[in-house]
């Protein structure tokens, strides 16, 4: 199933690519948490940047497919103290992803602007997920480790579908932009925790 997404992405990719009507190069911000049976986490914050390419079928409706890089952190730090000894430790976790959108594309044109909205699934492939624990303590000094989240024994999966879209504003060549995804995909092969990603992203798009 995962290889049928992943050729139906490239190809519609490249099809939408090569007689797209409209180029563009976007960056934005972007948040991201997972929802999971428990509880929501912590936020991953960070930024993405791509291409997008998008073929109008008429004036109105069209598909819209693009190449986006992703990087996340999220880190977080606690400590404690008693008399003259204290500790602290540190964790940060850094994510770098490609995501491959396949959308519905819709736009009104008002002369001086325009509206836009797509929608649809998008592939999520995580590249690299990597977590860095420091610890010190008065007296003692400090250690340093880092783990790969993606490793052989680990839980955390790297492939996601997201389902969701972004909308915004067109005028004078570039586009202003809000989006949310959802994770179709437990991204956590555990039989005691289950997880779903959510992100919401902002940004700005340059028409070519």
Do not use: C, W
Not at 33 to 60: H, I, R, W
Not at 114 to 142: C, D, E, I, R, V
Not at 178 to 207: C, M, P, T
């Amino acid at each position: 199933m995962k290889k049928f997404f992943i050729t139906l992405a490239v190809l519609a990719l490249g099809a939408t690519a090569a007689s797209a009507q409209q180029l563009s190069v976007s960056a934005g911000y972007l948040n991201s948490s997972f929802l999971s049976s428990d509880d929501k986490t912590d936020a991953f914050n960070g930024f993405t940047v791509g291409v997008g390419a998008t073929k109008y079928l008429n004036e109105y409706v069209g598909v819209a497919t693009g190449l986006y890089y992703s990087f996340l952190n999220q880190s977080s730090e606690k400590g404690v103290g008693l008399g003259g000894f204290s500790a602290s430790g540190k964790a940060s976790t850094n994510e770098h992803y490609f995501t491959l959108p396949v959308h519905i594309a819709g736009k009104v044109d008002f002369g001086g602007f325009g509206l836009f909205a797509q929608a649809g699934p998008s592939l999520n492939l995580g590249l690299a997920s990597s977590t860095k624990l420091t610890a010190s303590a008065t007296g003692l000094g400090s250690t340093e480790t880092t783990s790969d989240n993606y490793g052989e024994d680990s839980s955390y999966g790297r492939f996601d579908v997201l389902i969701g879209g972004k909308l915004g504003i067109e005028v004078a060549g570039a586009q202003v932009f809000v989006g949310y995804n959802y994770g179709l995909l437990d991204r956590f092969k555990s039989d005691n925790y289950s997880a779903h990603r959510s992100e919401i992203s902002a940004g700005v798009s340059f028409l070519f």
